[in-house]
């Protein structure tokens, strides 16, 4: 049986696409589950599917953020805002 890959070469550019895909994919899902007065359809049969599939983009989001630098000073008090 074959291994995973352990080794990515994507670039920040390629990294940005798939997190873009994936609020796009978010959103579509969440349109779907949710009908027009804010509440969850139960006769969608793939509602639970989708709300499946909105947690595992939503986790996955989250690492994406995790892993990201962001911008701290060297030296000195770093003042947000």
Do not use: C, W
Request: aromatic fraction near 6%; avoid cysteine.
């Amino acid at each position: 049986m074959p291994g995973y890959n352990s080794k990515f070469d994507l670039t920040v550019s390629d990294i940005d696409l798939i997190e873009v895909a994936l609020h796009r994919q978010r959103s579509d899902l969440s349109a779907r589950v949710v009908t027009d007065a804010g509440a969850p359809d139960p006769a969608a049969e793939s509602a639970s599917d989708d709300d499946t599939t909105l947690r595992h983009i939503h986790d996955l989001l989250g690492r994406l953020h995790n892993q990201k630098v962001f911008y701290r000073p060297r030296r000195g008090a770093y003042i947000g805002g």
